[in-house]
């Protein structure tokens, strides 16, 4: 990998299996926050930036910093992909604006906040039939369940169908990791797929499902988030690859981020009782244990964007056309930013994390929602907590994207 990088491989999701490499991402952020990062063919290399302020900068300057040539994943696409595969993801203001209004005051505070008393009841419902186990893995029963069952309520979209639509969230985003998907993108050859997002030919199912949803709501109007989006195509604003780009978006980018956050925070709180404690003996400080959990958990390593113009970072020439990866994972646990980076604290104030991103034009959507279902999650959960161990080791998926728990057996009792 070169001189500067000596055995750093952030490429390889070998590497992230067994824990996220840290130890890395301090290195680079001291003594190289902006640099360059070989990767294996067909992929050109990237910028790798690593420190808070620099991943602010370039997500604030989408002028420089475009996502028009790939947003999610290190992927380099060629112009019939990037096409047909684009999302509002992989758009730039003006047209990235109106895109987002479609949806955006459904996703507002106030829009999700409508959800709260359907969402509390999921939970429960969820915990009622989990913890009664006794014994579980967590992933599965709890994490896994929930953020899709969450999103029916918000789809009005029966939750009978929330099995199948799990499936195949996961089959989509977890394509490097072979107990997820059969599709493994650096394992078998996908070219296929390789007009489908996620290279992954789950995509058909989620785009008839969208179809079968948005002739429901022709015949018969809801007042939803799917419906917004029918008036859109009905409307002309969007064609019918951007609504199903759009659905298969929304699906999948409330999927696993929610899990994994909802995992490694009853991770965190399993290892240090005191915090777990605290949060029983005072449950008004679980909003703000919700913002570390999200901090702890940045379920998504990174994203990227490509310099449209010749420009300079950290003193780094960065050439038009180049690809920029800025990882967020590593901005999360930035001294400079969260003293005592590596301490997880419930009670952390401020906490600008970035799990979110940083802001600008692409800051997550869903913010609002995944803050509430996180809360939610823990309020309805900690209270009922007699004990919580784990009995055997956490199973990690293998990806260079997400951070992701697949596997958490515990053991609980309640009270
Ligand atoms: C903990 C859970 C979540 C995490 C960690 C997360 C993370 C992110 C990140 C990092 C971005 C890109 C930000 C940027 O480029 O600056 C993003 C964008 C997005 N997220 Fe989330 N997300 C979560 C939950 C959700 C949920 C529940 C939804 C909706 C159902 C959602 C929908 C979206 C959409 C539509 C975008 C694209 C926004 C745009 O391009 O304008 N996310 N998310």
């Given at each position: 990998m070169g001189d500067t990088l000596?055995?750093?491989?952030?490429?390889?999701?070998?590497?992230?299996?067994?824990?996220?490499?840290f130890e890395w991402f301090d290195h680079l952020r001291e003594d190289h926050p902006v640099v360059w990062h070989p990767e294996p063919e067909p992929n050109g290399g990237f910028w790798a930036i690593t420190r808070y302020d620099d991943l602010t900068a370039v997500h604030m300057d989408w002028e420089t910093y475009s996502s028009e040539l790939g947003a999610v994943g290190l992927e380099e696409l060629d112009p019939e992909q990037l096409a047909i595969r684009r999302s509002m993801l992989e758009t730039d203001p003006p047209r990235h604006t109106e895109l987002r209004k479609i949806c955006s005051k459904r996703f507002s505070a106030r829009g999700v906040g409508k959800y709260e008393d359907w969402i509390r009841d999921v939970a429960r419902g969820v915990l009622d039939q989990a913890l009664a186990k006794g014994e579980l893995d967590f992933v599965s029963e709890i994490s896994r369940e929930l953020p899709i069952r969450f999103l029916c309520s918000i789809f009005t979209?029966?939750?009978?169908?929330a099995p199948e639509l799990i499936a195949w969230g996961d089959q989509m985003i977890a394509n490097q990791d072979p107990d997820l998907s059969a599709a493994v993108v650096d394992k078998v050859d996908t070219e296929e797929y390789r007009l489908l997002p996620f290279r992954s030919p789950t995509a058909l199912k989620v785009f008839a499902y969208a179809d079968r949803q948005r002739d429901l709501r022709l015949e018969e109007p809801d007042d939803d988030v799917i419906q917004a989006l029918t008036i859109a195509q009905s409307e002309g604003v969007l064609d019918e690859r951007e609504f199903h780009n759009y659905f298969a978006l929304l699906m999948i980018a409330g999927n696993e981020t929610t899990r994994h956050t909802i995992s490694h925070g009853m991770l965190a709180l399993m290892e240090r009782p005191d915090q777990l404690e605290l949060l029983r003996d005072e449950p008004e400080r679980i909003a703000t244990a919700t913002e570390e959990i999200l901090r702890w958990a940045t379920p998504v390593f990174h994203f990227r964007r490509t310099a449209t113009r010749d420009t300079e970072l950290h003193g780094q020439r960065i050439r038009a056309g180049d690809k920029v990866v800025t990882w967020y994972v590593s901005a999360n646990h930035d001294p400079e930013v969260f003293p005592d980076p590596y301490s997880f604290d419930v009670t952390r104030t401020p906490n600008d994390h970035v799990t979110f991103g940083p802001g600008g034009p692409h800051f997550c959507l869903g913010a609002h929602l995944a803050r509430l279902e996180t809360k939610i999650l823990f309020q309805e959960l900690i209270p009922r907590l007699d004990s919580i161990e784990l009995t055997g080791p956490v199973e990690r998926i293998r990806s260079n994207f997400v951070n992701g728990v697949k596997r958490m057996p515990v053991r609980v009792t309640t009270r």
């Open positions: 000596g055995e750093i491989d952030l490429v390889n999701p070998d590497n992230y299996v067994e824990r996220v490499p979209v029966p939750q009978d169908d």
